[in-house]
């Protein structure tokens, strides 16, 4: 199943963060590996693979209703990994073709092609997804040749979660911790901001745009790592993406190790020129970046390199 996103230009830090966020019910019915066509500002312009089950949580931004703004609304959360297209479409451009998909009732578009307001996210049915398949080209396809390795590792978060909401003796504010942690929040996101400051390989600052990545995987780590801040950096998400799949990693003096599967065109299209170097690394945060190395790094295909090779 696909469905469509239509998602207000103030809620796009939620893409960066890589969740959605909703108080309806909505949410629930969205299925880990489904695809999401995000329609944002006039244009479908950029892609999610839902990574989890959606899970109940508060909401991190003021919801309006009414004249007052609720800034912690009960509601549902859904972690999605999100990646921009580089060649959004219009939807306005193409109605044509659209209303003859478009089901009448819970059009995610009006006549005219905007956005439909009180459709915050509709099912997307067989005839639409074909059309929006064809109208982005191959994107899609291409986005999906990436899932398989992404969702390996969700599923195995996922089944991590499951035995850990079924443990017994966890209080219900340290397995709200832990879950948060799982997805770069909570106190995990702010113990990772006292040892990392910035994106290593873009320099990037604004942490509104980082995510917070556990380097020994968060499945894998026992509580204390769950929650260490030196288990993690701070990361722009299209270098985050690399890092969690493994594409990705770093000797503990700072020099990037690239693995064979990954295209040298992707970090060159990214300004990354090879050798590089970020700096060292805490010996606090050594122990896990050798785990990475050894369990995470290069685990898809033979070989591995450094920047230099």
């Known amino acids: 199943m696909a469905w469509w996103l239509n998602q207000s230009v103030t809620r ?24 999401i066509f995000v329609h944002s500002g006039g244009c479908i312009s950029a892609l ?14 003021a919801v309006r209703r009414g004249r007052g703004a609720r800034p912690r609304a009960p509601g549902w959360q859904l972690p999605v990994h999100f990646e921009e297209l580089a060649q959004p479409i219009r939807p306005k451009e193409h109605m044509a073709a659209l209303r003859r998909v478009l089901s009448a009732r819970s059009a995610p578009l009006r006549a ?25 080209g191959g994107q899609v396809e291409q986005f999906e040749r990436l899932a398989p390795s992404l969702g390996s590792a969700e599923r195995a978060d996922e089944l991590a979660e499951r035995a850990l909401r079924a ?55 026992n509580d204390r790592e769950k929650l260490d801040g030196c288990n993690g950096l701070l990361l722009s998400p299209h270098f985050d993406q690399l890092f969690e799949r493994g594409l990705i990693s770093f000797a ?3 020099e990037l190790l690239v693995a064979r599967a990954l295209n ?46």
């Open 12 to 35: 796009r830090q939620e893409l960066d963060a890589g969740y959605l966020w909703a108080d309806v019910d909505g949410l629930q019915a969205v299925q880990p590996g489904e695809l």
């Open 48 to 61: 999610g693979l839902v990574t989890g089950a959606p899970f109940a949580a508060r909401a991190t931004h």
């Open 112 to 136: 005219s092609g905007a956005a439909n307001p009180r459709a915050y996210l509709s099912c997307v049915g067989p005839g639409l997804e074909a059309l929006l398949r064809r109208l982005l």
């Open 167 to 221: 443990r017994a003796g966890l209080t219900a504010a340290s397995l709200k911790r832990l879950l948060m942690a799982r997805r770069g929040q909570g106190a995990y996101r702010e113990n990772v901001e006292r040892c990392e400051q910035s994106c290593r390989l873009s320099g990037l600052l604004d942490r509104r745009h980082l995510r917070a990545r556990h380097i020994k995987p968060w499945r894998d780590s």
């Open 252 to 254: 503990n003096d700072g």
């Open 264 to 309: 040298p065109a992707v970090l060159a299209a990214w300004g990354v020129a090879l050798p590089r170097n970020v700096g060292a690394f805490l010996p606090s945060q050594c122990h896990y970046l050798a785990h990475h190395r050894l369990q995470v790094f290069e685990q898809q295909a033979a070989g591995r390199r450094t920047s230099g090779a």
